[in-house]
């Protein structure tokens, strides 16, 4: 989907240009292709878990010696400082985690600029902490959403697009 801007305005050194008329219905991202991105974020986390349970396993541990070896400790260790980086680090300076960017997904403000950093930050804490206290069913509001927003993007005033944007200049 292509969003044209009527006008582009000079903004922020975050921001190269603003979109006049943003609509999000008309670029919001499908619900399986956020599914898609949350998936490549799991994969990327669970890979280094289980890499390093294979070469304990390789070194010759096994059975209750693998799970307490020093391999599987540092590769939880490597994946939750991963999960942090990419759950919130990452999309909190970017506005993408890795599987968003795989997937050309970006969370912005719901009037089309991007999002600041507090909103990003809001949506990937508390906003996310409020989803899965939910039991997941937060995630399930962009199903029925016509902007394809989830509960955290509602708390935090954002919306996640799938779109590639072409400026018009008058």
Known sequence: MTVNADRVFPASPRNAEIVVGFSPEA??????????ALLLDYLLFIAFPVIC?????MSGDDG?????????TAG????????????IVLPVFSGQSLGKIATGLRII??????ATHRMLALRQTLGYL???LSLGLGFFLSVFSSKGRALHDYIAG???IYAKRSVRSK
């Open 76 to 87: 939880w260790l490597i994946a939750i400082l991963f999960g942090i980086v990419n759950s």
């Open 109 to 114: 403000g719901i009037n089309g600029r991007p």
């Open 27 to 36: 670029v919001s991202a499908p619900f399986f292709l956020r599914c898609g």
């Open 158 to 160: 954002t919306v996640v």
């Open 64 to 72: 209750a010696k693998l799970l307490s070896s020093e391999w599987n």
């Open 53 to 57: 349970l294979v070469l304990g396993r």
């Open 130 to 132: 409020l989803t899965i």
